[in-house]
């Protein structure tokens, strides 16, 4: 059994090595059962050697999935059978932004948020920084970017940080 643990959007790939002590040369079909798991329709593993199969995980938004690989040997009939597992985390921060602004004056900046998935996503727009405001949710088309406009609007001097953003107001 194989456990994949990652944040969504990142790929993680787990190589399984497949040894073949036989005299003949192997194709193994895989069978590959499981949301957000993928690999080759097809392993080659020549006679006396090892070959590696790579499973990939890759999810797209926080989730737990299980599954499993069936890798079918054509050449003699045998199988071998792996459980498989994926949590998808907290996607990672996608930049890491500092704006300078000035105290008592609004500053935009403008963010291109991407969506690389085939269905449209609405996001919920969320800050722990106070002086920050803008819209409270942005839609974004299939496989494209929309543009989401932050306003800041600091009301003193200094370093204001947040988990998502960073920013530098000054007079």
Sequence with gaps: EFEFITP???ALIQD???SNVTQ???KLRAILQGDRFYGPPFLYVPAGETAQYSVMFKPISKCFSTGKLLLQN????TEHI???KGIGQEPLALDH????????????????VPNYTNDRLTFKVVSDIP???????LTVKPGTSSSYTLSISPWKR????????VYMCDI
């Design 8 to 10: 969504a959007g990142e």
């Design 16 to 18: 399984i090595p497949i």
């Design 24 to 26: 003949q040369d192997w």
């Design 74 to 77: 054509e050449t003699d009939g």
């Design 82 to 84: 792996f459980g498989l």
């Design 97 to 112: 932004i500092v704006i300078n602004c000035q105290v008592r004056q609004i500053t935009q900046k403008v963010l291109m």
């Design 131 to 137: 002086v920050i405001s803008g819209p409270q949710t």
């Design 158 to 165: 200094g370093l204001f940080q947040g988990n998502k953003i």
